[in-house]
């Protein structure tokens, strides 16, 4: 049994459930697991699971960040927004892990696993990738055994991606899609959850950026005409030219709450989001990457866990 003390920033997200989940199992019973949370809504999912402790507070507040980090074994940081303005995207992806760094020093906590994004440079065509190189340059700058992991898009039951194309396709009867053609090699929030785990247990990993992605590059228009085809709502998809998917990217960007897709998300397409080749993948820590369909095929056609069995079998991972 490990009684490790872990601390999570955006424990309480879609890939923040899994690795809960996994550390749990990791640890049999033992060790403790903080994860800060400013609503109550959004973690009532982990709580229930044991050794799990969801506590109230700010984690861009210095006093509270660094009451947080005292006395941790490590600390794996989550946090990231897909949409905001270049001063969000700067708080929440460069200014967080620099203060998460300071706050590790002060307290003698050494080990960070952060999960930064596929794509992620200075030069990237995205205020969002632009922002995610600056983080992983602080945390780099830091001194700390830091590891850093770039995840391609993240699939899951509980994802915001392909469960969203097939809801839209749904109840509209063609799919207008703006940069159809963008490139994506999409991994299973499991895979990437284990990956996190097993960085924290292989020192050997210390310094190193490891790209987080599936076995398989598709498209946008392929992934959303599965989306359709496994939900039983397939519709045609109409690539939009670039002036009118920006100018539907705007259109969503003036309506309430989070928008589906903003200009900055097509900027981070203009470049293959796939692994480059030069950097290890999951292969380095042991993991076989998980195709989507053995997924999302059972999760979009709510098959029964004996048919989700099958597809594992099929795919070669009984």
Known sequence: MRADNFLILGGTGFVGRSVCEKLVQRAQGGGRIVVPSRRAARDQHIRMLPTVEVVQADVHDDAALAALVAGRDAVINLVAILHGSEAQFEQVHVELPTRLARACAAAGVRRIVHVSALGAAPDAPSKYQRSKARGEATLRASGLDVTLLRPST??????????????????????????????????????????????????????????????????????????????????????????????????????????????????????PNVASGTLPGLGRLGIVPTPIEVVMAPVLGRRSPEARLDLWRAAGRH
């Open 154 to 271: 993240i699939f899951g039951e509980h994802d915001r991606f392909m469960n969203l194309f097939a809801r839209l396709q749904a109840w509209l009867p063609l799919m207008p899609l703006g940069a159809a053609d963008a490139q994506f090699q999409p991994v299973w929030v499991d895979d990437v959850a284990d990956a996190i785990v097993r960085c924290l247990d292989d020192r050997t990993t210390i310094g190193q950026t490891i790209e987080c992605t599936g076995p398989e590059v598709l498209t946008l228009r392929e992934l959303v005409r599965r989306a359709g085809s496994w939900s039983g709502h397939a519709r045609p998809v109409i690539a939009l030219p670039d002036a009118l998917a920006r100018l539907q990217a705007r259109v969503m960007e003036w309506l309430p709450g989070a928008p589906l897709l903003s200009r900055d998300n097509l900027d981070s397409m203009k470049r």
